[in-house]
């Protein structure tokens, strides 16, 4: 495994090669990441994995400046894994003046949920992907499904834009006891971890009342909302979408796409001082 820090370095590496896997990371990784580094591994002929912290996505009240620098760990567990080729460039490298030029993904699919909470959290996740991919050229790029929306916003975008990219998506990998894992869960304090539990609790009695045949959405999501609160949580969302484009399903849809995998719920909610999201597909 090599370890790489400028652009021109990078293209010249993989001058050689034909078909690039890419899995772009802000590092502190967990075995989420490091399952799309090896689920990568039969679909190129080179894996490419970026370590940066992209300011761009972070609102200036987040925590651009206190994210979990894992740098030495990383590494190793990377070369474990299999990786072949670690991008890990400064932000003078990848931005080396102020960017002007931005990726402005349509509102319908990135001011909702996340987009909504976190306004111009999808133009910074937009732009930094599509900055790397233009550095890396991969042929197959790899997205946690944890994060649906982006994963979403990601694979429109490459569509629209024609790209020679393939974006496949990883199973969320979880702990025992079912939390998504996440690089912020390393914010969690033992107790709040205790019952971090209950968000991927929350989505699973969602999901089971969709499956029971239950179609008023609305009251299901405000009687989920109201069972986090009490438990102490300040839950943002917890929703029920089409999984195709992440609108709100019709009622006279709700039942056939519950039994077809055309639903998905997701939530994000904050318990202490940590906001946690999550998902899970119907």
Request: some cysteine; proline content about 6%.
């Amino acid at each position: 495994m090599i370890i790489i820090r400028t652009i021109p370095e990078l293209r010249t590496h993989l001058a050689s090669f034909k078909h690039p896997a890419f899995v772009p990371t802000m590092g502190n990784l967990h075995d989420g990441h490091l399952a799309l580094v090896r689920q990568s591994k039969p679909l190129g002929d080179v894996v490419v994995v970026s370590i940066f912290v992209n300011r761009l996505q972070f609102l200036p009240h987040e925590d651009f400046d206190t994210y979990p620098r894992t740098w030495e760990a990383d590494c190793a567990a990377l070369e474990a894994a299999g990786c072949d080729v670690v991008f890990a460039p400064s932000e003078k490298e990848l931005y080396p003046e102020p960017q002007g030029f931005t990726i402005q993904p349509p509102s319908e699919i990135a001011n909702i949920l996340e987009g909504h909470f976190r306004p111009g959290f999808f133009v910074g996740v937009c732009t930094v992907v599509m900055k790397l991919f233009a550095c890396v050229g991969p042929r197959v790029a790899l997205f946690g499904k944890k994060d649906y929306q982006q994963f979403m916003v990601i694979r429109r975008m490459v569509r629209q834009f024609a790209l020679p990219i393939e974006i496949t998506g990883g199973t969320t990998l979880r702990a025992a006891d079912g939390l998504a894992l996440s690089s912020r869960n390393n914010y969690l304090k033992p107790a709040d971890r205790l019952e971090a539990v209950q968000l991927s609790k929350t989505l699973n009695t969602m999901a089971q009342a969709l499956r029971g045949g239950h179609t008023d959405i609305l009251a299901l999501e405000q009687e989920a909302m109201a069972s986090l609160a009490a438990r102490g949580w300040h839950p943002d969302y917890l929703a029920v979408r089409r999984a195709v484009d992440l609108q709100v399903p019709g009622a006279a849809e709700i039942a056939t796409l519950a039994k077809s995998q055309g639903l998905v719920v997701l939530g994000a909610a904050r318990i202490g001082s940590t906001r946690l999201i999550d998902n899970l597909e119907v």
